[in-house]
Nanobody
Framework: QVQLVESGGGLVQAGDSLRLSCAAS????????MGWFRQAPGKEREFVAG????????HCADSVRGRFAISRDNAKNTVYLQMNSLKPEDTAVYYC??????????????????WGQGTQVTVSS
């Protein structure tokens, strides 16, 4: 089992950058593929970005590609989401999630096994 804790959210202006972090407990972090999802008020949760266990493959949603980047540091048990050129429509609660199928780049939330509590990102215009 792994526990996930997100941090780094906040209130920023359009065009600003933020880096979210997700710290995982336990020694098996490298056994998991990781993903970032977000959920805005009144909307369904959506996939943002994913990364395989070794960082060898990544994938971003079309809505954030070219602005967001996912990375991980297995020595620090942490996955990151670098968010640049933020837009008001990026406002949401951002969640990290762990997938035991470490080589899979899933975009489906139901395929992830563990979730963090989320961190709020608010982008003002």
């Amino acid at each position: 089992q792994v526990q996930l804790v997100e941090s780094g959210g906040g209130l920023v202006q359009a065009g600003d950058s933020l880096r979210l972090s997700c710290a995982a407990s336990g020694r098996t972090f490298s056994s998991y593929a990781m993903g970032w999802f977000r959920q805005a008020p009144g909307k369904e949760r959506e996939f943002v970005a994913g990364i395989t266990w070794d960082g060898g493959s990544t994938h971003c949603a079309d809505s954030v590609r070219g602005r967001f980047a996912i990375s991980r540091d297995n020595a620090k048990n942490t996955v990151y989401l670098q968010m640049n050129s933020l837009k008001p429509e990026d406002t949401a609660v951002y969640y990290c999630a762990a997938d035991r199928r470490r080589r899979r780049l899933s975009t489906t939330g139901n395929e992830f096994d563990y979730w963090g509590q989320g961190t709020q990102v608010t982008v003002s215009s």
